[in-house]
Structures are given as structure tokens and as C-alpha cells.
């Protein structure tokens, strides 16, 4: 299924395996008339997850769905599916999932799932590339500059077409600490930031299919 935002509230479907804290701050901006949207249900892989919890806060369906509910991938992946159909989702979010979703998912939501990573990709994504190894990756590479990209999410780690971007620039006394610490000082109100221009049209997330050239914040 393809959804065309043009201006109308999106329903969301986020996805969050520990903290949620992008989650909350979605959440947050719906709930103030920051962004036109509505969190129509929570899915973690971690019953214990922070996320849940968030979402049970707020009066949204907060679900547990895992190799431990759904022991073979293909039966999870189909939960998760049906789960996010059911809720009516228009656009899934990825906001902190540590799990790669299925063909089914996939197939169910063509460009209409989104994710971020704390580099700028292509630099420093792919399998086993997250969290503190990024940061650590780019300060052993020297890079200038690091940031955050949200990008459309496909069969490859950290492989679809960006949506956006920020830079944040490295400083040469970084530590993973504080470069870490940063990043995450910007991430919260890029997914807003990002989520208002899907809605509103000027992101078109079909029109990326065939581009890696980000929306890039200087």
C-alpha cells in the first residue's frame, strides 16, 4: 500500500526497541500541534522496553512482537505487518529498532518506512554499524564532520535513499561521549523536522526512490 500525505495528518506506526526517547518526542509534537500527525500504534522486540511504556502513557496501543512471541521470522514478520495494517499506519518509524524487518513489511509499505542513523551515509552504515561503534568509527577515521541521516528503509542495512540530513561537525578533542551526546542534542527535533516535510509535501518520499541526493541541513 502507498499513502499521498498532500497536506493530511499522517498515522503513524512506530518502532522502538529500548528508550523510545525519538519516540516520546514524536509523541510530544503530535499531542502539542507541532506536527500533524497521530501515533496509531508502538511495536517493540523488548517487552521490558522504556517505548512501551511511553506509548501505554499516552493511550496508544503499545505492542510486544518477537522471536519470543513469534519464534519463526516469517510468522513475525507477517504480526508485524498485519499489526501496522490494522492500525490504519500510513508511515512507519523506525526510531531506535534493532531488528531488520521482512519482505512482508517491506512489500506491505514500499518508501513508506523510515529510519535514522547517526552518521551520514553512506559513511559508517551497514550490518553491525550502530550506536557507539559509529561514533567510534568516525573518530578513528578523522572524520570533519558526522550528523544524522533519515533515510527510506529497504532489504540492506542502512541502505535506502536519504530522506534528510544534519551535519554536526567533529571536533579534534571528541570522544564517542560527547560526539554521541551532540548528536543526540539534534535528533529529537529533526525527526519533527523531517516528519513535518513528509507531511506537508515537500519531502516526497516516492520521488527518492531513484536518488541518494539528501535534503542537507548546513
Not at 523510545?20 to 509523541?27: H, T, V
Not at 517505548?51 to 496501543?61: E, F, G, N
Not at 523510515?114 to 553512506?122: A, D, G, T
Not at 554499524?129 to 561514533?135: E, F, I, S, T
Amino acid at each position: 500500500m502507498t499513502y499521498s500525505f498532500m497536506g493530511e495528518t499522517i498515522d503513524l506506526g512506530v518502532m522502538a526497541s529500548h528508550g523510545g526517547s525519538n519516540l516520546q518526542a514524536i509523541i510530544d509534537a503530535c499531542q502539542n500541534g507541532t506536527l500533524d500527525a497521530r501515533v496509531r500504534v508502538v511495536i517493540s522486540n523488548n517487552s521490558l522496553s522504556k517505548a512501551l511504556r511511553r506509548a501505554r502513557k499516552s493511550d496508544i496501543p503499545a505492542i510486544h512482537l518477537s522471536s519470543v512471541t513469534h519464534p519463526d521470522k516469517n510468522e513475525l514478520d507477517k504480526a508485524i505487518t498485519s499489526t501496522m495494517v490494522h492500525n490504519k499506519v500510513q508511515l512507519v518509524v523506525l526510531a531506535g529498532y534493532m531488528r531488520k524487518l521482512g519482505e512482508t513489511m517491506l512489500q506491505a509499505y514500499p518508501n513508506r518506512i523510515i529510519n535514522s542513523h547517526p552518521s551520514l551515509l553512506p559513511l559508517h552504515g551497514g550490518f553491525s554499524m550502530y550506536g557507539d561503534l559509529v561514533h567510534e568509527e568516525v573518530i578513528t577515521q578523522r572524520d570533519r564532520e558526522s550528523g544524522i541521516t533519515i533515510h527510506i528503509v529497504d532489504e540492506e542495512y542502512d541502505h535506502g535513499p536519504v530522506v534528510s540530513q544534519v551535519r554536526v561537525l567533529v571536533n579534534a578533542e571528541d570522544s564517542i561521549d560527547s560526539l554521541r551526546d551532540r548528536i543526540q542534542s539534534k535528533e529529537h527535533g529533526f525527526w519533527i523536522e523531517t516528519l513535518n516535510k513528509i507531511q506537508s509535501g515537500e519531502i516526497d518520499l516516492d520521488k527518492l526512490k531513484e536518488t541518494r541526493n539528501p535534503h542537507l541541513d548546513e
